[in-house]
T-cell receptor, first 112, second 113 residues
């Protein structure tokens, strides 16, 4: 069956450290993978998109990698801040369909 | 403000009732979606719709039906509400070219009592 799993339901890190979140998928062949941030009581907010032919994408303190052989994406937040505390969701498309399927999410808490 | 807006934000209703949630986007996007987020915070696609095609997740009960009067609106109608329908429903939109992410509304928390 198709699965998108994010390795940790919750992750606590110290302010200033790098947070690394993992997204693994099975039985998908995505053309791209996306990462979203969701705050309590709000809708997900798009952060980054990485295509299957791209290894790495950066945006300010964010970095995403995509390994289609391992079927895995890593999401890094460098120099983390308490304001980065939120739930982070990975999402990918099903090949040939214009729909996004979401992972289970990781709730990140950055401790001052 | 350019956005995806959905109303109402909260909806409390009794079992068996019929209700609608409205969604509008002014981003000029081609495709709109409805997602359901359950109590475990898992986001699940329900429908996607553009002016050419409606794609329905086969696991969605036929009590749920999307209605799109025009490209900027995709409303969600729910008939004969059940307790298990309680969740947060998100509307979203995107461009068809897949170069950008989805833009989500702020959600409608539906509580069936």
């Amino acid at each position: 069956s198709q699965k998108i799993e994010q390795n940790s339901e919750a992750l606590n890190i110290q302010e200033g450290k790098t947070a690394t979140l993992t997204c693994n998928y099975t039985n998908y062949s995505p053309a791209y993978l996306q990462w979203y941030r969701q705050d309590p009581g709000r809708g997900p907010v798009f952060l980054l998109l990485i295509r299957e032919n791209e290894k790495e994408k950066r945006k300010e303190r964010l970095k995403v990698t995509f390994d289609t052989t391992l079927k895995q994406s890593l999401f890094h937040i460098t120099a983390s801040q308490p304001a980065d505390s939120a739930t982070y969701l990975c999402a990918l498309d099903a090949s040939g369909a214009n729909n996004l399927f979401f992972g289970t999410g990781t709730r990140l808490t950055v401790i001052p | 403000d350019t956005a995806v807006s959905q109303t109402p934000k909260y909806l409390v209703t009794q079992m068996g009732n019929d209700k609608s949630i409205k969604c509008e986007q002014n981003l000029g996007h081609d495709t709109m979606y409805w997602y359901k987020q359950d109590s475990k915070k898992f986001l699940k696609i329900m429908f996607s719709y553009n002016n050419k095609e409606l794609i329905i997740n086969e696991t969605v009960p036929n009590r749920f039906s999307p209605k799109s009067p025009d490209k900027a609106h995709l409303n969600l109608h729910i008939n004969s509400l059940e307790l298990g329908d309680s969740a947060v429903y998100f509307c979203a939109s995107s461009q068809d070219n897949g170069n950008y992410g989805y833009t989500f509304g702020s959600g409608t928390r539906l509580t069936v009592v």
